[in-house]
């Protein structure tokens, strides 16, 4: 059995999560991701023909809330626990891309 | 390269077939954002309209704004999409526009799905693929550098007023075949999504925002050739422009051998031109998965119907009901007015004018020239006054030039047309003065009097002309020839 996922797609995971992980961390990470990936597949391998697909594990839906303003955050408390603000709005560092 | 030359594009692009379908970005007309209740407002200041859930603050939870849902649901019954039940996804992506990391959507089951629009001029159906719900994201700036880019900024500003907005965006699948086409499309959305109430439909806004997919093909060919995106299309004009400069970039590279690259590139309205954009992974991989935050969507037949009930005429039947005060304008330049009339919601001042015992024929005219070209004033026009000056030169007491003259004073003042009359003193010509303009006339051209009571009809506007001339314009051109006319009887 080929396994459920590589340390190279663990190290694609981590990056796109902004995640710096040790040789240690990456190989620990590799061993329990695959471990519930195994889980799934087993449950994979139940016949589920019988079952609708599952959306939300709670049945309910529809949970609406009425078009009605509520009072917002004081901006300078908000901004006052950003690491620097400037005009009113939070510094970031430099953005390297365009928006996705 | 092209620089505002839409009707050299087609000679351009002979032999070759442009393909393209538009995502359009609509925000929703509600009082409050998608998932929490802070103000959904344009022009705020900075960081005023926040909160823990738009801020994504840890422990807060989103719930969904019920008037968002319905204002969705109308725009694909307006869209004629299947409305059905559908459920939100996470899109993870890593950048500071969105504090949580991730944009809530809608991913595998949208709310409206497979609908479709009619061009209206072009008689064309463009397929509409599905129009999801989705929230808006922060607003960032960049700062250093020229011009606020990206490019040598030094670092960049965020404000989250616009972060959970509601958005709708509607996907067409790519059935536009040119740039005229997809102005079309864009103006008819437009109308659409403004006549159902569910956009103010503001692009100089972002209230509508438009990126284009393009690519090129052989004419006849049936496959689809590498298709690139284009961002940053702020109004019609940038959209035809852009769309037209990239088909031909992208035949020129076909043509010379080389490859188009599937990319995101950005328009840039100075240099009329569009760019790959700069960006550190172009292979997004947004790891979509159910939100566990949200329960499905799921509406019943009788709260579609009922939302179905409570949408406005749209602007299909708007022109239907423009049309039928007219006979046989399927097309033509009546039918032209029509589109123009509707496409700027000035149908409702014409219908008005027209129950008031207003012309059809002229109150659409003057709509569709005099008042679409000061829209920013429309509002100071009342159908009443739009009625009574459109009456009063059909009665002949303005003349068609003073008619427009006061049509214009009226848009910047909003006063009547009689008092606006007045005050230029536009004073309808008495008959007996109009007579003796005319007895006048007669004395200084005989010979040509003599030709035209004989029946040399070319002469009308000969003394039309004398007449107005001598009435310092004052005289209505139809009084006139009817003048004319019964005398020589």
Not at chain 2, 65 to 71: G, I, K, R, S, T
Not at chain 2, 239 to 247: C, D, K, P, S, T
Not at chain 2, 339 to 351: A, F, H, M, Y
Request: glycine share 8%; with cysteine; net charge negative.
């Amino acid at each position: 059995m080929p396994e459920s996922i590589s340390r190279k797609e663990v190290k694609h995971v981590a990056s796109l999560a902004k995640l710096a992980l040790s040789d240690e961390e990456e190989l620990m990470y590799t061993d329990q991701l695959a471990a519930i990936l195994d889980h799934a597949r087993d449950i994979m391998a139940l016949d589920t023909a019988k079952f609708a697909p599952t959306a939300h594990p709670l049945e309910l839906n529809n949970v609406f809330r009425s078009d009605v303003e509520k009072a917002s955050l004081d901006r300078d408390e908000v901004l006052s626990q950003a690491p620097a603000s400037q005009d009113g709005r939070f510094v970031v560092p430099r953005i390297l891309g365009e928006a996705p | 390269m092209v620089e505002d030359s839409l009707s050299s594009n087609a000679e351009f692009l002979s032999g070759w077939e442009m393909v393209v379908g538009l995502e359009v970005h609509c925000e929703l007309k509600t009082r409050t954002k998608l998932f929490c209740g802070c103000m959904n407002a344009f022009g705020q200041e900075p960081n005023t309209s926040i909160c823990p859930v738009c801020l994504g603050l840890p422990g807060s939870l989103p719930v969904i704004n019920e008037h968002a849902v319905e204002l969705a649901i109308r725009i694909g019954l307006a869209l004629n999409c299947r409305v059905d039940e559908s459920i939100f996804h996470r899109k993870n992506y890593f950048y500071p526009d969105m504090p949580k990391d991730y944009q809530i959507s809608q991913y595998e089951k949208a709310i409206n799905e497979n609908g479709y629009l009619e061009l209206p001029l072009s008689k064309k159906r463009v397929r509409i693929e599905r129009a999801h719900i989705e929230e808006d994201t922060g607003k960032t700036t960049h700062v250093g550098g020229d011009g606020g880019r990206i490019h040598g900024a030094v670092h960049s500003l965020v404000d989250y007023n616009r972060a959970g907005i509601p958005l709708v965006e509607i996907v067409s699948a790519p059935d536009l075949r040119s740039a005229e086409e997809a102005r079309e499309y864009v103006s008819e959305l437009r109308s659409i999504l403004v006549a159902s109430g569910a956009s103010d439909g503001k692009m100089e806004e972002g209230s509508l925002r438009v990126d284009a997919n393009v690519s090129v093909r052989r004419s006849g060919s049936r496959e689809f050739g590498t298709r690139c995106e284009i961002k940053n299309l702020n109004s019609l004009r940038s959209l035809g422009r852009a769309i037209a400069y990239e088909a031909e970039r992208q035949v020129e590279l076909i043509e010379s051998g080389q490859v188009v690259v599937q990319q995101t590139r950005h328009w840039n309205e100075d240099q009329g031109v569009t760019t790959a954009m700069r960006s550190k992974e172009e292979a997004y991989d947004y790891r979509y998965f159910p939100e566990p935050d949200l329960v499905p969507l799921c509406p019943s037949k009788e709260w579609v119907s009922e939302i179905g009930s409570r949408i406005g005429l749209l602007p299909a039947d708007r022109r239907k009901r423009l049309t039928s005060l007219f006979e046989g304008v399927e097309s033509g330049s009546t039918f032209d007015q029509i589109v123009t009339v509707v496409g700027l919601g000035l149908d409702e001042l014409v219908v008005g004018a027209v129950e008031g015992g207003a012309d059809p024929r002229l109150a659409l005219a003057r709509a569709a020239n005099e008042v679409a070209a000061n829209m920013v004033n429309q509002a100071n026009l009342s159908v009443e006054a739009f009625g009574e000056l459109i009456k009063m030169e059909s009665a002949g007491q303005l003349s068609a030039t003073q008619a427009k003259t006061v049509l214009g004073k009226m848009l910047e003042s909003g006063y009547r047309p009689q008092e606006v009359a007045a005050s230029l003193g536009f004073e309808a010509l008495d008959t007996a003065v109009l007579e003796a303009l005319i007895d006048q006339v007669i004395s200084t051209s005989p010979k040509e009097w003599e030709r035209f009571s004989s029946g040399e009809d070319q002469l009308t506007g000969f003394f039309v002309g004398q007449v107005m001339k001598l009435s310092k314009g004052r005289a209505d051109g139809k009084v006139v020839t009817a003048a004319l006319h019964s005398r020589r009887a």
